[in-house]
């Protein structure tokens, strides 16, 4: 960005297929590297890095996780090569110490789907430093909003804080190539967005009792959490801006959102 400070994004991942496919989700995440700038560093909060209590990957040269089982082989020969951001890594650490947070670092993981198919498609150059901070399930909607809170900071230290997980992400209703979309995903998605926009907090935090279909969009939370990271990421009172709506293999949400 043209001041150094970058908005915190949501983006849903989908099928690990959008790595090589030509969906519109894929288009728009080619294009949203571009549109966001080149960052200092990445510190990506994906849903599939569920740990008791938070840990960052301290790695200076990440692995690439293919954490993903039954899709296409050529997906399996991807790499990431992105280097490692031991200094974001310890300055997460920082900030979440500051919070009465505490926060490992896990010297030895790499980065999982959730973190590297969006950034290859952001960032194919691999040349952008990247950490990845974890998700706390058991800690529930709150406890990541407040851990969002602690990383605005980052922001205007030219650091993009991209949070991935799904927007509607139920996958009894998983159809891999289907455009058939159930009416209780586009009813909470539409919700979703509109409570973004209006930087709904108490709504956003307690979306299964807010809305009908919130326990149906997400049976688990691990695909919501990293929307509230991103949110409270932004900053107190920040709305959020649709970046991509749609759906894509029956009854996933591939919605984006931007909190600055």
Known sequence: MADGTFPSVFVSHGAPTIAAGDAPVTAFLKGLGESLGRPSAALCVSAHWETDAPSVLGAARPETIHDFYGF???LYRLRYPAPGAPDLARRVVTLLADRDMPCAVSAGRGLDHGA???LMLMYPKADV?????????????????????????????????????????????????????PDWARRFDDWLADAVAAGDREALVHYRTR???????????????PLLVALGAGGEGTKGRTLHRGFMDGGLSMAAFAFE
Do not use: C, K
């Open 72 to 74: 296409p082989e050529p």
């Open 116 to 118: 590297w198919i969006p």
């Open 129 to 181: 430093p990247v950490t990845q901070l974890s998700i706390q399930p058991d800690a529930g909607p709150a406890a990541h909003l407040a851990l969002g809170r602690a990383l605005t900071p980052l922001r205007r230290e030219g650091v993009v804080v991209l949070a991935s997980g799904g927007a509607v992400h139920n996958l009894s209703y998983f159809r891999p190539g289907s455009p058939a979309v």
């Open 211 to 225: 809305h009908a279909d919130g326990a149906m969009a997400h049976p688990r939370d691990e695909h919501y959490l």
